[in-house]
C-alpha cells in the first residue's frame, strides 16, 4: 500500500442543464478543470487522478495528471469514484474525490476533511450547508473493489455505498468542518461545497469576487515606489502579477506561500495567499 493522500476529480460528460462538458468551463482565463486540479496539488501528497466519460475530449491538463476513462457511459458518479480509486491502488491509502465543478474549493477544506480518515473509517463525508457533499470527501482507496460491485448491482448514486455495512463512515457537519481554524479562517462560509449546475449558477459563480491575497515585489522589481505587500484580488498566478503590474513572463519568478516556486500564470490562488515576486536572475 502506498502513502500519503491523492486526489480525484471527475470531469463528468456533457450537462444537460449546461450544455457543455463543465471541465471545459473557462475560470479567470483558465478552466475549471485545470483550477480544481491545482487547487488539489496544492492539499495532496499523492498523485492527481482526472475520471472522464468514455471518449470525452478534456481541456489542456498538467503534466503528471493521470486520466482515465469510466468503462461505460451513463452509470453515474458511484462509477467514477470506481474508476478514481481502482487507478490509485498500491499508489496512495486516501483520495479526496471531488467533482470539477467547484470553482471556491479550497486547500484548507481538503486537508481538514482528509485528516479526519483515520484508520478505522473509510468514508469522511461533509454535510455541508444542509448537504451531503460525496463529490468533495475523503475515501479510503481500498473501497474500490465494493464500489465497483455496487456499480455490477445496479447502483448509481455514492448513497448506497455510506450504507453498506461495509463501509465506515463518518459525516461532518458545518461546525464539525468548521472546528478546524484553519478552515474557518480560509472558508467560513464552506464556499468550497458550492458546484455550478446550471448557467445561472456558472454566472452567479463568475461574478463573485475573485480571491483576496497578499503580493509583494522584491528586489529589481521593487522599484518605483512598489515596496511592501499589497493586498489585491486575483484568481491566479498572472492575475496576480497584472495586479501589481507585472507580466508574468521569464523575467519573472513566484514564490507560493513561501514554497512553491512557479511560473506558471494558471496556478489557481486561493483566498489568504501570499505571492513574492522576485526577478529570475535575482532569484536563481
Known amino acids: 500500500m502506498g502513502h500519503g493522500a491523492a486526489g480525484v476529480v471527475l470531469a463528468g460528460g456533457r450537462s444537460s442543464r449546461m450544455g457543455t462538458p463543465k471541465a471545459a468551463l473557462e475560470w479567470h482565463g483558465s478552466t475549471l478543470l485545470r483550477r480544481t486540479l491545482g487547487v488539489l496539488a496544492r492539499s495532496v501528497d499523492g498523485p492527481l487522478v482526472v475520471v472522464r466519460a468514455p471518449d470525452q475530449p478534456l481541456p489542456e491538463v498538467p503534466l503528471r495528471v493521470d486520466v482515465v476513462a469510466d468503462p461505460e457511459e451513463g452509470l453515474g458518479p458511484l462509477q467514477g469514484i470506481a474508476a478514481g480509486l481502482a487507478a490509485l491502488a498500491d499508489r496512495a491509502h486516501a483520495a479526496f474525490v471531488c467533482s470539477t465543478d ?32 460525496p463529490l468533495a470527501a475523503a475515501y479510503r482507496v ?44 480560509a472558508d467560513p462560509a ?8 446550471s448557467p445561472e449558477d456558472y454566472r452567479a459563480a463568475r461574478c463573485h469576487p475573485a480571491p483576496t491575497v497578499t503580493v509583494q515585489r522584491y528586489g529589481a522589481l521593487a522599484g518605483d515606489g512598489h515596496l511592501g505587500p499589497r ?48 526577478a529570475a536572475d535575482a532569484g536563481g
Open 102 to 133: 467547484l470553482p471556491f474549493l479550497h486547500p484548507a477544506f481538503v486537508r481538514r476533511v482528509l485528516a479526519t480518515l483515520t484508520d478505522d473509517l473509510d468514508v469522511v463525508l461533509p454535510v455541508a450547508r444542509g448537504h451531503p457533499q
Open 142 to 185: 481500498t473501497l474500490a473493489p465494493l464500489v465497483a460491485e455496487l456499480v455490477a448491482a445496479g447502483e448509481r448514486r455514492p448513497a448506497s455505498l455510506f450504507r453498506h455495512h461495509r463501509c465506515r463512515t463518518l459525516r461532518l457537519d458545518d461546525a464539525a468542518l468548521l472546528a478546524d481554524p484553519e478552515l474557518a479562517s
Open 190 to 197: 464552506l464556499d468550497s461545497v458550492v458546484n455550478v449546475n
Open 231 to 278: 493586498t489585491v484580488r486575483a484568481a491566479t498566478l498572472s492575475g496576480a502579477a497584472a495586479a501589481v503590474g507585472l507580466a508574468l513572463d521569464r523575467h519573472v519568478i513566484a514564490a507560493l506561500n513561501g514554497d512553491q516556486i512557479s511560473r506558471d500564470g494558471a496556478l489557481p490562488l486561493t483566498s489568504g495567499d501570499t505571492i513574492a515576486f522576485i
